[in-house]
């Protein structure tokens, strides 16, 4: 029997809102943000109520809308400029407690090497995984890997030692 | 070690569970819900086929939207259809040339089903560093079977890797502007024996 809207959202956000949430978190720095974005994938989900392969195609479409949101909603900020308040509330929204500095360091990567390494690193995705769901070739990942971790050291021993 | 402490420290980013039950709650009410926000005003006049292609594009689930473009008095001159990421599928072959084959995903649905041909508004080609190496538009090129397959120029790409990012598409169809189709698509290539 076919669940409900309801029950499919309840068991998306319980499965995988976590691990969206972060991603849209380190990609745009404040959590009212990341939560807006993940509401926005959830509508999608419920929307286009796909037909699924299985968990990983599941997770794979997830993590694409929760990019494809988070794109759209920084290109609407860098068209949008943002009052000094909101954006002083913004900044103050930053990493949670206990940070030692490396997840500010992460975030201020360019995007697709913050991805990258978010998605191998934190949740643990497996190359082949993640070219499926950023729509690049294994390499193309592999590379972003690379140049990722050489970037995010580099920041680090600059400003986090 | 660094990655250890970065998975650790990511890891503590989680959703409450209040805010778990908000976006459950929200997404169950707004997803029946959603309309586009605007109608392209070359379409008005077949008021027929606009609700014909509301109806279906609700059906659908579809996420692009037509939105009205005005100049600084507020008039208005023009209208695009944004958020179209999800609507048209990218691929770039680079064996003869650079050649990127645009493919509508719903070819039968307004606004693609006006076009007769398409072109890229938008675009630029970095290299793997981020550095800009070529941009512009291209095209347009007559669409066939959902598909338009629109030629760039690679003067001055040597070989190696890079990222074509497209801003914008241009449909266009007989007798009416050019529709800007406004999305961001990312796809990788490669060049060798150059």
Known sequence: MERSRAERAEAAVRDYGDMLFRLCFIMLGARADAEDAVQDVMISYIQKAPDFENAGHEKAWLITTAKNKCRDMLRFRSRHPQPDTEYLETLSAGPPDGDSGILEALMSLPEKYRLALTLHYVEELRVGDIARALRVTPSAVKMRLKKGRELLEKKYREEYM | ?194
């Open chain 2, 1 to 194: 070690m660094r990655l250890e402490k970065l998975k650790e420290s990511a890891k503590k980013i989680k959703m409450t569970d209040e805010m778990k039950e908000r976006i459950i709650r929200r997404a169950t009410e707004a997803a029946p819900a959603k309309k586009p926000r605007g109608v392209r005003p070359a379409l008005i006049a077949a008021a027929i086929a606009v609700l014909t292609c509301f109806g279906a594009a609700l059906a659908a689930g579809r996420a692009g939207l037509f939105k009205d473009v005005k100049d600084w008095k507020g008039t208005v001159v023009g209208s695009v259809y944004e958020n179209a990421s999800e609507e048209i599928e990218v691929s770039v072959s680079a064996e003869n040339g650079l050649a990127v084959t645009a493919a509508m995903v719903e070819p039968d649905m307004a606004p693609y089903k006006e076009f007769d041909s398409l072109g890229i508004d938008s675009y630029k080609i970095v290299d793997m560093t981020g550095a800009a190496m070529a941009g512009g538009s291209a095209g347009p090129a007559e669409i066939s079977g959902g598909k338009a397959v629109i030629a760039l120029p690679a003067d001055g790409l040597g070989d190696g890797d890079y990222m074509l990012v497209i801003d914008a598409f241009a449909g266009y169809s007989k007798a009416d502007q050019p529709l800007r189709v406004t999305g961001g698509w990312e796809c990788e290539f490669a060049l060798s024996g150059r």
